[in-house]
């Protein structure tokens, strides 16, 4: 089964609008963390936001927030004012265990959703 | 900044050559991994070390090898390139230690094509 789910091969927003990715994720481990990462057409991977298990806040960085819905196993990247620039791959992953362990930096990824912003 | 670079951004080889993906960085990272990315199946973990001479298989490990023999330097190794390693490979890097938000650092990708 997978581990990271997102359900949204390919997303279309108008510039300035926002938009939400879809992250569904399944572990059975209390302690993990979750990123998003932005991928342009370049190939080079761009962190965006993390999401700890513990944390009860949702994270957010500038125009990026996470909703983080710990009981529905969620956290979908919301990004605000969609720019030209937001068109990009979009992956979802997770660190599953305590960040503690020395060789416990691995993390799953999802497949991705392509999004592409309309002028 | 931290850097992550990658001995090539394009490379060509020949089905059955011996193949070197080098990835240097720059920050004293503990952890490197290699992935490789197609499309429609994601970033797939080949190896990772999370120390000098330590190695991990990753989720893809076959036709594969890896080398660690200094912190900053992590190599992958195709032994005998085949078509079908034709693909994006991409490195990272990552503290071992610290706060559970620290991410992991990507290099700019190899596209290597087996002919």
């Known amino acids: 089964a997978q581990k990271i789910t997102q359900t949204q091969p390919g997303m279309f927003v108008q510039e300035k609008e926002a938009v939400t990715l879809d992250c569904t994720y399944d572990t059975s481990d209390p302690s993990y963390g979750l990123f998003w990462y932005k991928q342009p057409s370049s190939g080079e991977m761009i962190f965006l936001i993390y999401q700890g298990s513990y944390d009860q806040q949702n994270a957010t960085e500038g125009r990026y927030s996470l909703n983080f819905q710990k009981a529905r196993k969620s956290a979908n990247l919301v990004i605000s004012a969609s720019q030209l620039g937001d068109s990009a791959m979009y992956f979802c992953?997770?660190?599953?265990?305590?960040?503690?362990?020395?060789?416990?930096?691995?993390?799953?990824w999802g497949l991705g959703t392509s999004l592409a912003v309309n002028p | 900044d931290v850097k992550v670079t990658q001995s090539s951004r394009y490379l060509v080889k020949r089905t059955g050559e011996k193949v070197f993906l080098e990835c240097v960085q720059d920050?004293?990272?503990?952890?490197m991994f290699w992935y490789r990315q197609d499309p429609g199946l994601g970033l797939r973990l080949i190896y990772f070390s999370y120390d000098v001479k330590m190695k991990e298989k990753g989720d893809i490990p076959e036709g594969y090898s890896v080398s660690r023999e200094k912190k900053e330097r992590f190599s992958l190794i195709l032994e005998s390139a085949s078509t079908n390693q034709t693909s994006m490979y991409l490195c990272?890097?990552?503290?071992?230690?610290?706060?559970?938000?620290?991410?992991?650092?990507f290099g700019p990708g190899t596209r290597l094509t087996v002919t």
């Open positions: 920050m004293d990272h503990e952890n």
């Open positions: 992953a997770m660190r599953e265990g305590p960040y503690n362990a020395g060789n416990n930096r691995k993390l799953i």
């Open positions: 990272a890097s990552t503290m071992g230690q610290g706060h559970p938000s620290y991410e992991q650092y």
